[in-house]
C-alpha cells in the first residue's frame, strides 16, 4: 500500500504530505483547489508522461515522493525486482520512491534511494497502483483493452492459455516468414551461399588451429636463433655442473657449494646452527643439480633444421592469406568460419529444405488454429460471467433494469494480417471483444460509447472495476470522480460498493459527493490559502465535528449550517451501519 505522498511545487500545491491508511481514503475540496493534482501528482510518481506546465515557477521544479509498504502476494515479486534494478528495501518492508520534474521540462526518478529510470516508476507502478478515472473510461471503450480485461478476468489458467497460444503463433509467424523469404530471394541467398562455401572451402584446405600462430611464432624463434641458444645453455651447464671441462682452478657451482656444505659441517658440533645452515646448502646444490640435468636435455633438443623452419615459413604464408581476407587473426578465422556455416544453413533454398519449412508451417497452423479454438471458448464462458457479475452490480447502483453484455467476435482482418483457414488470426487470437449496454428492457445493445449517458458510464465503469477488482489486481484503487454526473441513491450505492472494495483494497478516491465521502476511513481535505501573494493549496485529515462540517459544505456549500451539519452527521451514521455490517 502507499503510506505517504509528499508533493512539492505541483499546479497551485506548493508543499504537502498526505498521510494515507488502508481502506478508503477519500480527497475532497472546492472545484479548483487542487484535486487534480493529487491525482497527477500519483501518475507522475509511478512513471507518468511529465508536463512541465504544471511545474510552479518557484522554485521551478515540482517533486512528488512516496512511501510504498510492499506486503501481500505481490511483495516478493515486485522487492526482487527492486533489488536486481540495485535499489534497497528498507528493513520495514518499505520503499522510497521519487520523481523530480524541473521547468524546463528535465526528469528524474529515484527508486530506494538509487537514480533509476523512469521506466522503473512505470514498472513498479503497474504492479500495485490502478488509476481509473474518466480519461482510463475512455481507454476501456477501446476494444484491444476491453479483450484485455475480459482476459484479466478470466482467471490465471485461461491466461496461461493466452500464453501458449502467443508462443505458437510466434512460431508460426516466424516459419511463415522464413518460407516466404526463403523463397522470394531464392537468387540473392544462392549467390551468398555461393561464395561462403568458397571461403569454407579455403579455410578447410588450410585448416587453421586455435593458438597456432603463436606457437609458430615461438618456434620460429627457437630454430632462428639456435645456435646462440646452444652456446648459452652450454655455457650454463658448464659452469653448474662437475664434469663438463671443469678444473681445479676454475670450480663449478656442484664443487663449490659441497666445499661450502663441508666446511659448514665440521663446526657443526660448536655451533649448532651451522648445521642448519649446512642442511639448507645440501638442498641448493641439489636444486643445482637439477638444473643442471633439465640444461643437458634442452642441449640434446636443440636442432638447427633448416628443412623445418622452411616449413614453418610456408605454413604462416598459408595462416596470413587466410587473415588478409576473413579476420585480424588465426583464431578470428575460425570464428568466421563457423558464423558462415550457420549463416549457410539459413540461406539454405534446397527443394528438401522448403518442403520440411512447408509441412512445419502447417503443423503450426494447425496447433494455432486449434489454440485459437480454445481462447475462443474460454472467453465466451468468461464473458457470460462477466456480463452476470457486472449486471448484478448495476442494479445496485440505481440501474436495475440494464445489463452489460460482452460480444465475443470473430476478429476483422487488416491489410497485412494472417489468416488461418481463411479465418484472421493476431498475436492475441481470433475474436475481438466488445462491451455493449442494454440500457432497459426492449432497447438495443449499443456499445458503452453509444448507449450509456455520462452519469450511466460512471456507474457502468464503477460496475466493472468492482468485478475486475474481485479477480485480483494491484492493491491500491485510485478512483478520480469516476461518479460524475451521479446523485441522489445511486451515489450511495457508489460509496457504498467502493467502500466493499476497500475492505481488500487500498483505496484512494477524488468525490464531489458527500454520499461517496461518508464512507470513508480517513477523509483528507484539499485547501486553497489565498492570503499570500501567490494561491497555493495544501491538504489536511479532517476528523469527527471538522468532518461533518466538510460534508454539510459539499451538500449545501454551507459547513457552518446546523440544518446541514444534522444531514451530514445523518449520512455518517448511515455509513458507518452499512460499513460495519
Known sequence: MLEELRITGLGVIDDTTLKLTTGMNVITGETGAGKTMVVTGLGLLFGGRADAGRVRADPGRAVVEGRLRLSGALADAVQTRITEAGAEVDDDGSVLLSRTVTIEGRSRAHVGGRSMPVAMLAEVGEQVLAVHGQSDQLRLLRPAEQRGALDRFAGPEHEKLLETYREAFARWRAVVDDLADRRRNARARSQEADLLKLGLDEISRIDPQPGEEEELRAEVQRLEHAEGLRVAAATAAQALASGVEATDDAPDAAQLLGLARRTLEAQSSVDQSLSDLAARIEEAATLVGDVASELSAYLSSLDADPARLEQIYERRAELRALTRKYADDVDGVIAWAENARTRLAALDTSDELLEELDKERQRLAAQVGELAGRLTTARAEAAVRFSEAVSVELAGLAMPHARVEVAVVPRTAGKDDPTIDGLPVGPDGADEVELRLVAHPGAPSLPLQKG??????????????????????????????????????????????????????????????????????RHLVVAKDTGGAITTSGVRIVEETERARELARMLAGLPDSDLGIAHAEELLAVAGREKRG
Do not use: Y
Open 452 to 521: 450509456a449517458s455520462g452519469g450511466e458510464l460512471s456507474r457502468v465503469m464503477l460496475a466493472i472495476e468492482v468485478v475486475f477488482a474481485g479477480a485480483g489486481g494491484p492493491p491500491t484503487l485510485v478512483f478520480d470522480e469516476v461518479d460524475a454526473g451521479v446523485g441522489g441513491q445511486a451515489a450511495v450505492e457508489i460509496g457504498r460498493r467502493l467502500a466493499r472494495l476497500a475492505r481488500t483494497h487500498q483505496v484512494l478516491v477524488v468525490t464531489h459527493l458527500p454520499q461517496v465521502a461518508a464512507f470513508a476511513d
